[in-house]
């Protein structure tokens, strides 16, 4: 028994022994014949999963490229709308300006030239009325600084505390839409009394009609520095050119951006006198330091 068992555990080990190599031999043969397959696999994989990336990344950054154009598209179409806005207002200043300042020359040489009865002889040459024209040379000074104040007044009293006064001031002080606003009411709303003073004062041959006449004329002058350095240099409503740079000029810009900030409860009211307003509330240095910045970011020396 011991004989047979023994013969038969070394036959299975034998078995057993013979069979491992057979084994090696299959899974090598399977390995050999599944690897090529799954690397394919893998590789198709891989491809396709790179393919989907790149497609992606590709939709991605087509996707940004239309976005880019669309805003470059927006921001040039607004460029061009602003300019339009900016020639159409231009054009009237410009055409304003010129009718009105011829119209002031005129009526001023041919004022003066029927106080002297048309005649060029000594003796009308003797009779020019210096002191009406010097009359009206003080009012043309009075009406630009009375303007003055007299803006600094209303623009407080009577287009901001006033209700029906800043439902069209507000829309200065709202995003405009097209070259006009409803604030430029006033505007018109300023020239009748200096075009009454102005026909009053041409008709009538006394100290009184020359005085008027100046009175006029100072309002006029005012009206136009008004539009040129409010509407074209600080609101950029249309371009002003080399008076950017002066010195005061600047100030001024700075002052009335502080109004519309509201950061001193609207101080400045006034244009022209605003460095001062601010100044007299202690908020002069203030104003320096946007000033600085102002020439800081226009590449100007700074001023001290």
Request: glycine share 10%; hydrophobic share 45%.
């Amino acid at each position: 028994m011991v004989s047979t068992n023994a013969l038969s555990c070394c036959g299975s080990r034998g078995l057993v022994a013979a069979g491992r190599p057979r084994i090696g031999q299959l899974k090598g043969a399977v390995h050999s014949a599944l690897l090529p397959g799954r690397i394919t696999q893998l590789r198709a994989a891989a491809e396709d999963s790179v393919q989907q990336d790149a497609a992606s990344q590709i939709a991605q950054n087509a996707q940004e490229i239309a976005q880019n154009i669309e805003l470059a598209q927006k921001s040039a179409s607004k460029r061009l709308q602003r300019r339009r806005q900016q020639l159409t207002y231009q054009a009237s200043a410009i055409a304003a300006t010129t009718g009105v300042g011829a119209l002031a020359i005129l009526a001023t040489y041919y004022k003066f030239v029927y106080h002297m009865g048309g005649s060029s002889d000594a003796a009308a040459a003797a009779a020019f009325p210096w002191a009406d024209m010097a009359g009206t040379l003080a009012l043309v000074v009075g009406g630009v600084v009375g303007m003055e104040m007299w803006a600094r007044w209303a623009h407080k009293a009577l287009w901001h505390d006033f209700q029906p006064g800043w439902a069209l001031h507000k829309s200065h002080h709202e995003p405009r839409i097209g070259p006009f606003e409803a604030n430029d009411v006033y505007a018109i709303m300023n020239a009748v009394p200096a075009i009454a003073l102005c026909l009053y004062g041409f008709l009538t041959p006394t100290m009184t009609g020359s005085l008027c006449f100046g009175a006029g004329l100072g309002i006029t002058l005012f009206g136009i520095a008004y539009m040129f350095v409010h509407d074209g240099l600080v609101h950029k409503r249309f371009p002003t050119g080399p008076i950017a740079e002066l010195p005061y000029m600047k100030r001024v810009t700075v002052a009335h951006k502080l109004h519309h900030s509201e950061k001193y409860n609207g101080v400045p009211w006034g244009l022209f006198l605003g460095p001062q307003e601010l100044e007299a509330i202690g908020a002069g240095p203030e104003l320096d330091r946007l000033v600085e910045e102002l020439e800081a970011r226009s590449g100007a020396p700074s001023r001290k």
